[in-house]
């Protein structure tokens, strides 16, 4: 009998029943809602006249509609703060744990689960947000649900669910200065395409993926989906378990050392069969920035924009639409175009790392005089190390200013919009069409090629300030 993926290990010992021919009932660990997705939900096991089954399993925090600034007064905005409202009403009536504005704990969903230790190895875990793929980075089964399926768990801890197929990508050697996670994963998606991992859940392993840290894991998982696939996921190890302990919702002691001896059998087999496998060196890849309307529509920074005639012929008119909207010319250099916006932040690239990385790369220097930056932490903690090591008053020496918590510009929800036809250098994970403001023009890329075009005012490659 062949041996058992990561994936299969976890999935099956979650399967409460098997529907033949159909879906399987699926046990969910964890639960975490928000104040987007979750109003429809309550409402309808409210008019089924039922309660939340196992409430201690849902965490909630309000992040994707909520302002970055004067967090600590009323919200000026009409739907945000009615669905803010509505998030700490429902949770108060159902008895869930809510961390909302101005609690310490709050913040982006998908950065206070792993902070605070709520996210563990061999978990299932949703949410009503597609990038719920972050929390694999430590090992569980996480993906993104509908709001009818937040429903669904919030009644009865279950949720129907296919079964995807299993692919493992491998990222072998090491990778060059001035690379890291979002270059990683911007390159495989550029490789496989955005539909490469449609019907698939990833394991990512190899030695360049067991060489990154536990933020950048999560960088990596964050934008499975971006490939079409349902989540993504890495075989726990040290660094999970030294990330883990003392954190908030972490057992301690004896128990903690009884739970790292279950996460150690959470690996592949080797004689584990997938369904597809690819191996990517980690040689080849490069700073990665995209040009187009999807995460897979990158090169490396310092290539030229494909001509269409280097472009799949079913492909052809969605890549001249997609660079009409962008305002860019085929074969033109991605390089050295002028940036009227950069946003750092999201549950992509809003960890105390990212904001390290940011704060090294512009210790010294100024902000170019017409580009107008976001930092925005990912959680209420990021913020506080971010002051407490005294990154905040780097970023401030160099014209940068430090938001409040939330996702912010990353689907601009709230009022960070970046204006029509301004091209804006993101973290963030999408880049489609309108999605960071109407009309806003998106260039995803590494919170380090973020800071070189805040610094320089161009598309500018990081390594050229790296010694």
Known sequence: MAGKTLFDKIWDAHVVEKIKGG???????????????SPQAFAGIEKRGIKVFRPQQTVATPDHNVPTVDQHLPIRDELSRFQVNKLTENCTKHGITLYGLNHPFQGIVHVIGPELGITKPGMTMVCGDSHTSTHGAFGSVAFGIGTSEVEMVLATQCILQPKPKRMRIRVE?????????????????????????????????????RNLSMEERMTVCNMSIESGARGGLI?????TFDYLKGREFVPSGADFDRAVEKWRTLYSDEDAVFDRELQFDAADIVPM????????????????????????PGNRDSFM???????????????????????????????IEDLRAVSQFVKGKKKAPHVTAWIVPGSKQVEKQAHEEGITKILEDAGFKLRQPGCSAC?????????????????????????????ARTMLASPVTAAAAAVTGVVTDPRTFIS
């Open 23 to 37: 879906p399987s009932v699926l046990y969910i660990d964890q639960h975490l809602i928000h104040e987007v997705t």
């Open 173 to 209: 050697g090491e990778t060059a200065r001035g690379v890291n996670a979002k270059d990683i994963i911007l390159y495989i998606i550029s490789s496989i395409s955005t539909s490469g991992g449609t019907g698939y859940f990833i394991e990512y392993t190899g030695s360049a993926i």
């Open 235 to 239: 075989a726990p190890d040290q660094v």
């Open 289 to 312: 920035i995209t040009y187009g309307t999807n995460p897979g529509m990158g090169a490396g920074i310092n290539e030229k924009i494909p001509s269409p005639e280097d472009i799949e």
């Open 321 to 351: 639409k997609a660079l009409a909207y962008m305002d860019f010319e085929a074969g033109s250099p991605i390089a050295g175009r002028k940036v009227d916006y950069v946003f750092v932040g999201s549950c992509t690239n809003g960890r």
């Open 411 to 439: 689907l601009a929800m709230n009022d960070d919009k970046v204006p029509e036809g301004k091209l804006a250098v993101s973290t963030s994970n999408r880049n489609f069409e309108g999605r960071q403001g109407p009309g």
